[in-house]
Nanobody, 121 residues
């Protein structure tokens, strides 16, 4: 069983910063892409940022220059540093990882439970 556990969400004022963290645990052979998605009320879940095992990053246009994704392969963690937050960044943020579970030959996508980020004055 593989789990992703997120932390770091909360309420922040516009212009503020938050850091989200996500840790993977379980019977993991390797992890490919890790990243973050978000879902605002009444909207679909969209990519925020992801990072390959080699460190290549990709960002949604709306967050480019404000958010930064990083990972620690040894610790099986991925982080999202969010700066200059705007009210439109309000959403539930989900961690994602492409995980190869021990004993399996194919990787599969695993999601965290989500953490709420609210940007409001």
């Amino acid at each position: 069983q593989v789990q992703l556990v997120e932390s770091g969400g909360g309420l922040v004022q516009p212009g503020g910063s938050l850091r989200l963290s996500c840790a993977a645990s379980g019977s993991i052979s390797s992890i490919g892409v890790m990243g973050w998605y978000r879902q605002a009320p009444g909207k679909q879940r969209d990519l925020v940022a992801h990072i390959s095992s080699g460190g290549t990053t990709n960002y949604a246009g709306a967050v480019k220059g404000r958010f930064s994704v990083s990972r620690d392969n040894a610790k099986k963690t991925v982080n999202l540093q969010m700066n200059s937050l705007k009210p439109e960044d309000t959403a539930v943020y989900y961690c994602y990882a492409d995980v190869l579970t021990t004993g399996f030959s194919r990787s599969r996508g695993v999601w965290g439970q989500g953490t709420l980020v609210t940007v409001s004055s």
